[in-house]
T-cell receptor, first 111, second 114 residues
Framework: QQPVQSPQAVILREGEDAVINCSSS?????VHWYRQKHGEAPVFLMI?????EQKGHEKISASFNEKKQQSSLYLTASQLSYSGTYFC????????????FGIGTKLQVIP | NAGVTQTPKFQVLKTGQSMTLQCAQD?????MYWYRQDPGMGLRLIYY???????DKGEVPNGYNVSRLNKREFSLRLESAAPSQTSVYFC?????????????FGPGTRLTVL
């Protein structure tokens, strides 16, 4: 079942922060986050596993609330390079990496 | 390393024509995937192959067939193309390991069916 992402779109000015949410109606094993720039392939950002810690690198981090089957992606002090569509993908059992992706959140950072 | 490569990059077909999309990876990954991406729909899994010699249906398999030729290559075939199959097709690969995994995507094939 496809996870639900919110918001569907957001416009930020450089330096502003944003949060993108991802929720599922099923118990989750992992949540994956990818970013896709226009006309390009999706690129991996991070994976959060059930029982794992909040992850992050640079100014992008994410959390995973297993009880609520939700994950949030935090972008702080946004840069122009953060523009793109962010997808969360959920996996409801370990193994094959059969990931179901949400429809994406389009993020635009303007000067 | 080239990563995941796909051919062709662009293709235009007429309704009823057939074609095969090719995908290869040089990362020695066991698992490979085919997705289609349509506006407003996100990425939807067509077929996947957990390991060489195995394939399984994903969310939207109708109208497609796949072949896992060897560990490196995973092809997607449209036997009789339909306009509803106009989409961008991505191949991906991954290696399942403890602590989570990453899917690496190819550059995509943009297919138009007239």
């Amino acid at each position: 079942q496809q996870p639900v992402q919110s918001p569907q779109a957001v416009i930020l000015r450089e330096g502003e922060d944003a949060v993108i949410n991802c929720s599922s109606s099923k118990a989750l094993y992992s949540v994956h986050w990818y970013r896709q720039k226009h006309g390009e392939a999706p690129v991996f950002l991070m994976i959060l596993l059930k029982g794992g810690e909040q992850k992050g690198h640079e100014k992008i981090s994410a959390s995973f609330n297993e009880k609520k089957q939700q994950s949030s992606l935090y972008l702080t002090a946004s840069q122009l390079s953060y523009s793109g569509t962010y997808f969360c993908g959920t996996e409801d059992s370990g193994g094959y990496q059969k990931v179901t992706f949400g429809i994406g959140t389009k993020l635009q950072v303007i000067p | 390393n080239a990563g995941v490569t796909q051919t062709p990059k662009f293709q235009v077909l007429k309704t009823g024509q057939s074609m095969t999309l090719q995908c290869a990876q040089d990362m020695n990954h066991n698992s490979m995937y085919w997705y289609r991406q349509d506006p407003g729909m996100g990425l939807r899994l067509i077929y996947y192959s957990a390991s060489e010699g195995t394939t399984d249906k994903g969310e939207v398999p109708n109208g497609y067939n796949v072949s896992r030729l060897n560990k490196r290559e995973f092809s997607l075939r449209l036997e009789s193309a339909a306009p509803s199959q106009t989409s961008v097709y991505f191949c991906a690969s991954s290696e399942v390991r403890t602590g989570g995994d990453t899917q690496y995507f190819g550059p995509g094939t943009r297919l138009t069916v007239l």
